[in-house]
T-cell receptor
């Protein structure tokens, strides 16, 4: 069974640009969550999508957005990039059953550098 | 407020010895799950072990076991017979049943295994 895949793996952008990251979950998983990891703030939850709907959201500005497609693939977009957006962005997939606490499986991450 | 605390920023262990990584948590939800992840220098988060709040027995997965003390709100990870490949960052995380896929992470513990 293929794992979670993320593209691209590395990205370099300049301030003010926008970026789109992609995540393909494990087959059969309907929940995709996104996390930002930085040395200063650690791992922080961005949002979760389940069946094309945002189910939960962390405390990030509106510049961070996401969506999920009917095949459960998800994208996240960051507009008007700032230097502080440089981070490792991880996505995780799970079955996402209602009331469930099933484990999340992570992708390899996309390392974004903003210059 | 939900919170995860890992008080050991870094730890050393001799190869083949056992090591305990500490994790305490805080939540008001009676239904939650506790997870441990390993993050090698490559960046990918690898799921290790899961403990549900209603589980009566401590979880075990191969060389990993979770010492769950509910009254003390602690969920320590025990790695037996450490191997050089165990050198990595280890994160404790929690999900509350009413929070969907949202994982709250601790700051992590960097484990170094000495030959």
């Amino acid at each position: 069974k293929a794992g979670v895949t993320q593209t691209p793996r590395y990205l370099i952008k300049t301030r003010g640009q926008q970026v789109t990251l992609s995540c393909s979950p494990i087959s059969g998983h309907r929940s995709v969550s996104w996390y930002q990891q930085t040395p200063g703030q650690g791992l922080q939850f961005l949002f979760e999508y389940f069946s094309e709907t945002q189910r939960n959201k962390g405390n990030f500005p509106g510049r961070f957005s996401g969506r999920q497609f009917s095949n459960s693939r998800s994208e996240m977009n960051v507009s008007t990039l700032e230097l502080g957006d440089s981070a490792l962005y991880l996505c995780a997939s799970s079955l996402g059953l209602a009331g469930g606490l099933d484990e999340q499986f992570f992708g390899p991450g996309t390392r974004l550098t903003v210059l | 407020a939900q919170k995860i605390t890992q008080t050991q920023p870094g730890m050393f262990v001799q190869e083949k010895e056992a090591v305990t990584l500490d994790c305490t948590y805080d939540t008001s939800d009676p239904s939650y799950g506790l997870f441990w992840y390993k993050q090698p220098s490559s960046g990918e988060m690898i799921f290790l072990i899961y403990q549900g709040s209603y589980d009566q027995q401590n979880a075990t997965e191969g060389r990993y076991s979770l010492n769950f003390q509910k009254a003390r709100k602690s969920a320590n990870l025990v790695i037996s017979a450490s191997q050089l490949g165990d050198s990595a960052m280890y994160f404790c995380a929690m999900r509350e049943r009413n929070q969907g896929g949202k994982l709250i992470f601790g700051q992590g513990t960097e484990l170094s295994v000495k030959p």
